[in-house]
């Protein structure tokens, strides 16, 4: 059995939080849900409908907003929410940047303006220092055909996702295998280099997560898809390495091919006190905001707009555990064996799992099992041209994969 927006919007009335306020009946808020998920299986002159909307009054709005936002700008004449008034609205207001506002009378539900946000509300989920205002009012974002999420400000409260109701967010980049999955070479390049050494794990994580989010981030604004590749360091200095991958356009060992690395110990050194002993950690780095610090920070980020650059290129980019770029274009071997089964995690841990047919996805999806069946201690991520993505890994001799959880 399927859930629609009915269910869910039963399920939110169950499950709101205390702030901010709902302040919707049931029939008004099935009728909003339901005009948005009819909205998203439209498409606006061949682009997927998508968009965020914020269900209050304008003076509620205002109320909401800080001292630096803009003002929503309000419509002379409120329109009908309809499905075509809300497709022919979507490219006015950009998913990432600005929100519909609509608010419900006793007749109907009616847009009556749009708000300019700015894309600092992605902070915590795309990378980058989290100095976003939060906008505490109910939202429903569309985030794809037939996918909903409904947020009391910026907590979700639940999600309509393949006709399932869902109230939790899958982060993988929280969770405890693919920090083992990690580890292990991050310790390993950091006790090879001194500054690298100062550093704690988190700071080398959290950085190195914050990178990645903002690659895939991009990589998904394009449209395109793609597919990166995350292999132990030792595979390319294997005489077999050939028989897993042949790389298009192949990176020549050095500076430029390390930059990631090299920006990194520029950093440790930019946080540290000069003595060549003080440690630096996450907490240290979220509190320094001096020029050199920023634009370290910045370059950091450039790398992030490199590998999406790549990713654009037909094949995968790889990418070794150190965050070394190895080449792009990468093409796994189509003679290698994958399970006629693989699972999808359930659970950030995937200790909950459910079967799947291998060969129900497309060519990007068998060649990332291909790729960690072949090679256990790598990762694959596989950004679908609908924007969903998917980690695909090794767990114990079954290959496991895991739906990013993302609100943009």
């Known amino acids: 059995m399927h859930a629609y927006p009915t269910q869910l919007a039963d399920f939110l009335l169950d499950h709101w939080p205390e702030t901010p306020p709902l ?7 099935a009728e909003l849900l339901s005009t948005c998920f009819q909205a998203s299986l439209t498409r606006e002159e061949g682009r997927t409908v998508r968009f965020r909307l914020a269900a209050a009054a304008p003076e509620r709005v205002i109320a909401a907003l800080g001292r630096e936002d803009f003002l929503p700008l309000t419509f002379s004449e409120a329109l009908p929410l309809t499905l075509d008034n809300l497709r022919h609205l979507s490219p006015a207001a950009p998913f990432h940047s600005s929100i519909v506002c609509a608010s419900a009378s006793a007749n109907a539900w009616s847009i009556w303006g749009v708000l300019h946000t700015g894309a600092d509300w992605l902070a915590p989920t795309w990378g980058g220092r989290d100095h976003h205002h939060p906008l505490e009012l109910p939202q429903v974002h569309v985030v794809g055909p037939g996918r909903l999420s409904v947020y009391a400000g910026e907590a979700l409260v639940g999600s309509l996702v393949r006709g399932m109701i869902e109230a939790t967010t899958s982060d993988v980049f929280n969770s405890e295998w693919l920090r083992d999955l990690f580890r292990a070479n991050r310790r390993r390049f950091a006790n090879a280099e001194d500054e690298l050494g100062l550093a704690d794990d988190a700071l080398m994580r959290v950085i190195a997560q914050h990178m990645m989010r903002r690659a895939l981030f991009l990589i998904r604004q394009a449209g395109n898809g793609g597919l990166i590749l ?17 790389l298009k356009y192949e990176f020549v060992s050095g500076e430029a091919r390390e930059r990631y690395r090299r ?3 520029r950093l440790v050194r930019t946080l540290g006190d000069g003595s060549g002993r ?7 780095f979220l509190k320094v905001e001096t020029p050199e610090v920023l634009g370290v920070e910045k370059s950091i980020f450039e790398v992030s707009s490199l590998i999406a650059a790549l990713a654009d290129v037909d094949g995968a980019v790889v990418i070794d555990k150190r965050l070394e770029l190895v080449g792009f274009g990468a093409e796994v071997s189509g003679e290698l064996s994958y399970p006629d089964t693989v699972w999808q995690a359930l659970d950030m841990e995937a200790e909950r799992r459910a079967p799947e047919a291998a060969n129900a996805v497309g060519t ?3 060649a990332a099992y291909r790729f960690v069946t072949a090679h256990p201690q790598g990762l694959a991520i596989v ?10 890994a090794n767990i114990g001799g079954d290959v496991v994969y895991f739906d990013q959880f993302l609100n943009w």
């Open 383 to 392: 950004i679908s041209h609908d924007g969903i993505v998917r980690f695909v």
């Open 263 to 265: 920006l990194m110990r």
């Open 230 to 246: 995350f292999a132990d360091p030792d595979l390319f200095e294997r005489a077999g390495a050939g028989r897993l991958l042949k």
């Open 364 to 366: 990007r999806h068998r």
């Open 278 to 284: 003080g440690h630096v950690n996450l907490e240290r």
């Open 23 to 29: 302040g919707l009946e049931r029939r008004p808020l």
